[in-house]
C-alpha cells in the first residue's frame, strides 16, 4: 500500500505544485513545494485553503467524499462572500447610490467571468439561475413551451439525472410530444449507435448529461452535437458534473444551451448558469416576470423587456452567488485546471486500483481513468446502500448512496440503489485509503 502510495504522488508531482491562499488573494501565482515534494506539499497548500476539511465527525478526521452532491469552499470564495456582504451589499443599480453601482459592477464583472471561462461570444449569453436544475426547467418552459408540439420529440438519455429528464417529460406531456430515450450498453456506454435510428426530423432536441452522476463517466458531448445538428436539432448539455472537472469550451463543443451549478465547483449554493446562442436567447419568451426583467412599463402596453441574460431574471438577483462563483472560478484557474485534471486521473487510476481489495465490490462504470471522472459509484454483496453509507459515516467518511436520483441508469445497471464516493481537487489519496479500509471493516 506505502510503495503504491508514494508511486501515485511521485506520478502528480508536476501537477500538484498550487498557489497558496495568500497569493490567490492577491492575484499572484507563487509556486510551492520543492520538486522532491511537491505532490505532498501542493495538495497540503491546497487542502488547508478549505476550513471545512480540518472538521472532525464521529470523533474522526473527516473524510469528504461527496462532492458530486457539493463541494467544498475555499477560503478565496469565503472571503469573497463575508467581504460583498461587509462592504458592498446593495441590490445593483447602475446609475444609483455609490453601494448600489458597486454591486451592479460586481455583477456584471462575474457575468462577464463566466463567459470568459466557457468561452462564450460573450456576457449577454449569461443567465443566472438557482442551479442546473432550474436552468434546464427554463429552457424546458421557455423554449419547449413556444417550440415543441403535437408530433415533435425530445430526446433524453437512459443515464440522465432527474433534474434533466422529469422538465423534459412534463414539457413532452404538456405539448403532446413524444419522448424518446437513448439507452446505454452494460458498461454505461451511451449507445449512439442507436441515434441513426432515433434522430429525425422530427427531433427537436437532444439532452444529455456531460458527465454521469452516477458512473463518472464523459460522454462525447462533441460527436452528439455534430449529429443532432445533422438534423436540425438544437442540443442542451447538463454540465453539472463535466465544469468542476476539466475546461468546456461551449463553441468547440458547439452545443446550443449548457447548464450547471456552481455550488459542484467550489461556489456557493443557490447560483448557477444557463449558456445559450444568443439568438435563441432573443427568440425565446421570458421565463418569469418581474422586475429587472422588463422596463417602461405601463398598464396599457406590452412591457418592454431587457437585453441579453437579464431577460430571464426577473426580481433581486442573487449577487453574493454571483461574485462566489466568480470567486471560486478565479482560485480554480489559478491552480491551472490542465494539471489538476492530470492529477485526477491519477486519483481515479489509484482508486480504481484500490477498490478491487474490497471482496464483493463492483464499480459501475468505466474502468479506464480517462474516460471518467473521480465519481465511484459501486455496491457491495450482500450489503445495502444506505447500510454502508450508515456504516462509513461511523468512521468519519461522508459518502452518498441510495438511487443517487437516476433510477432508470441504475436499473439498467442491475440494481436500484448504489453507493457513491466521489472526489475533487482536494482529495487525497490516504482517504481513498480510509474509505477502502472503511469497506473491508
Avoid at 452532491?69 to 469573497?80: H, K
Avoid at 472526489?423 to 481513498?432: G, P, R, V, W
Wanted: net charge neutral; hydrophobic share 40%; proline share 5%.
Amino acid at each position: 500500500m506505502e510503495t503504491r502510495r508514494r508511486d501515485f504522488l511521485r506520478s502528480i508531482s508536476a501537477a500538484a505544485a498550487l498557489p497558496t491562499l495568500t497569493s490567490i488573494l492577491r492575484g499572484e501565482t507563487v509556486w510551492s513545494g520543492q520538486p522532491e515534494n511537491q505532490a505532498n506539499a501542493g495538495l497540503r497548500d491546497l487542502r488547508s485553503q478549505f476550513p471545512l476539511l480540518r472538521e472532525n465527525t464521529n470523533g474522526r478526521p473527516l473524510v469528504y467524499l461527496d462532492s458530486a452532491a457539493t463541494t467544498q469552499r475555499p477560503r478565496a470564495v469565503l472571503n469573497a462572500l463575508a467581504r460583498f456582504y461587509s462592504h458592498d451589499n446593495a441590490n445593483p443599480a447602475k446609475s444609483l447610490h455609490t453601494l448600489a453601482r458597486r454591486s451592479a459592477t460586481l455583477y456584471d464583472t462575474a457575468r462577464a467571468t463566466v463567459a470568459r471561462f466557457l468561452n462564450a461570444r460573450g456576457p449577454d449569453e449569461i443567465v443566472w439561475t438557482r442551479g442546473t436544475t432550474e436552468a434546464i426547467n427554463l429552457v424546458a418552459a421557455s423554449w419547449g413551451g413556444a417550440n415543441l408540439g403535437p408530433g415533435d420529440e425530445v430526446l433524453v438519455t437512459v443515464s440522465d439525472h432527474y433534474s434533466n429528464l422529469v422538465p423534459w417529460q412534463l414539457a413532452a406531456k404538456r405539448a403532446n410530444s413524444t419522448l424518446r430515450i437513448l439507452d446505454v450498453g452494460d458498461d454505461g456506454r451511451l449507445r449512439l449507435d442507436q441515434l441513426g435510428d432515433l434522430l429525425s426530423k422530427r427531433t427537436k432536441l437532444v439532452t444529455f448529461p456531460h458527465v454521469s452522476n452516477v458512473l463518472g463517466r464523459i460522454n462525447p458531448a462533441k460527436e452528439i452535437c455534430e449529429r443532432a445538428h445533422r438534423t436540425g436539432a438544437l442540443v442542451l448539455v447538463d454540465a453539472a458534473q463535466s465544469v468542476p472537472h476539466f475546461p468546456v469550451d461551449v463553441r468547440d463543443i458547439d452545443c446550443d444551451f449548457l447548464a450547471f451549478s456552481g455550488h459542484k465547483m467550489c461556489g456557493p449554493m443557490g447560483i448557477g448558469v444557463l449558456w445559450m446562442r444568443r439568438e435563441l436567447l432573443d427568440a425565446m419568451p421570458p421565463f418569469q416576470a418581474g422586475s429587472n426583467m422588463a422596463h417602461d412599463v405601463e398598464i396599457d402596453a406590452a412591457p418592454h423587456f431587457a437585453e441579453g441574460g437579464l431577460k430571464f431574471e426577473a426580481g433581486t438577483p442573487n449577487v453574493p452567488g454571483a461574485v462566489g462563483l466568480a470567486a471560486a472560478i478565479t482560485f480554480l484557474e489559478s491552480l491551472d485546471r490542465k494539471s489538476l485534471w492530470a492529477r485526477e486521473q491519477e486519483l481515479t487510476r489509484y482508486a480504481l486500483s484500490s477498490f478491487t481489495k474490497v471482496k464483493g465490490l463492483r464499480i459501475l462504470g468505466p474502468t479506464e481513468p480517462s474516460e471518467r471522472v473521480s465519481v465511484f459509484s459501486f455496491v457491495v454483496d450482500n450489503r445495502q446502500a444506505l447500510e454502508v453509507v450508515t456504516a462509513l459515516d461511523a468512521m468519519g467518511i461522508a459518502v452518498r448512496g441510495g438511487d443517487l436520483a437516476s433510477l432508470p441508469l441504475l436499473k439498467r445497471m442491475g440494481v436500484t440503489a448504489a453507493v457513491r464516493a466521489s472526489c475533487y481537487a482536494y482529495t487525497s489519496s490516504e482517504e481513498i485509503d480510509r474509505l477502502v479500509a472503511g469497506l473491508q471493516g
